[in-house]
C-alpha cells in the first residue's frame, strides 16, 4: 500500500490507525502505562526508530506509577530514575531505579529491562574491580569473604526462578567509559543452588575471570517474566509482581551496604 503497511487477509486499516494513535498517545503522556504487548519485543528484531520514544515512553510511564506504590523505605532511599539510551545495536531498552547523586555506589540499582524474549528485574551490582574494596565490586567482593553464609541466605529466600548472573564489562574503546560498554554474560545459576560456602567461593572466582583489563565485571540478580505471559499485559498484575520483586531483591543491594 501507499502508505507502507503491509495488507493481509485479516488487515482492518480501521484498528491499525487506533493503534497507532494510542502510541502516539503513549509518547505524549496522554495514556498512563498499560502493559506490554508484541510490538515492544518485535521492537528489538526489526529496530522501527518511530517506535522507539515509544518505548521508552512507556518504561518511564511504567516507573511513574510504581514509584507511588512502592514500599517507603525503597522509595526513599532509591528515588533517581534514569533511562537507557536506545541505539540501533542494542538488544535491550531499560530505566535504572537508583539512589540520588553521581557516587559510583549509587549505580547499584534496580533495573527493569525489555528484550526481545523476556522482561526483567534486576538487582545491579557494578562499578570498580575485585582488588579495590573502596568500589562496588571490590566491596562485595570482601563482604562474600566476611560473610559467604549470609549471602547465601539472602539468595535463598529468592523466587526460585531467580538467577544470579556475571557479566564481563566489554568496553568499546580502550577504557570503560559511560555510555561505551557492552555487557557479555559468563555465568548463570539459579539463586537456590547457591547454597554452601564453596558455591560462593566459586562466584568470587568468576568475578576475578571477569575482571581482567580493559574488562570489568558486573553482577545481575534477576528474575525474568517471558514474552507470552499473559502478565505481561495485565497492568496491575505486573506492577504488583514487580513490587514484590524489588522488595525481594532489596537484602541483596542492601548486603553490599551493610556495615560499609
Known sequence: SKNGIKKSKHFNPIKEIINQFAGYLEVIVMTHFSGFKDADFDFFVEQNKYYKPILKRKLESLYEDLKKRLPADISRQYSSLKTGNISQKDTRAWIAIQ??????????????????????????????????????????????????????????????????????????????????????????????????????????????????????????????????????????????????IIKKLKPVLDFLYSGS
Open 99 to 244: 539512589k540520588p547523586g553521581k557516587d559510583s555506589m549509587n549505580q547499584c540499582n534496580f533495573t527493569l529491562e525489555l528484550c526481545k524474549n523476556n522482561f526483567q528485574i534486576n538487582a545491579v551490582i557494578r562499578n570498580g574491580r575485585t582488588s579495590k574494596p573502596r568500589t562496588p565490586i571490590g566491596l562485595f567482593y570482601k563482604k562474600l569473604t566476611d560473610n559467604p553464609s549470609k549471602f547465601s541466605d539472602i539468595l535463598r529466600k529468592l523466587p526460585e526462578e531467580a538467577e544470579f548472573k556475571v557479566f564481563k564489562r566489554v568496553p568499546k574503546g580502550r577504557q570503560i567509559m559511560p555510555g561505551n560498554e557492552t555487557w557479555k554474560e559468563i555465568y548463570s545459576m539459579n539463586t537456590k543452588d547457591i547454597t554452601t560456602v564453596q558455591d560462593v567461593e566459586y562466584i568470587q572466582k568468576v568475578l576475578k575471570k571477569a575482571d581482567s583489563k580493559p574488562a570489568a565485571p558486573g553482577i545481575h540478580v534477576s528474575y525474568a517474566i517471558d514474552r507470552g505471559d499473559s502478565i505481561l499485559e495485565d497492568e496491575i498484575k505486573l506492577k504488583e509482581v514487580i513490587i514484590k
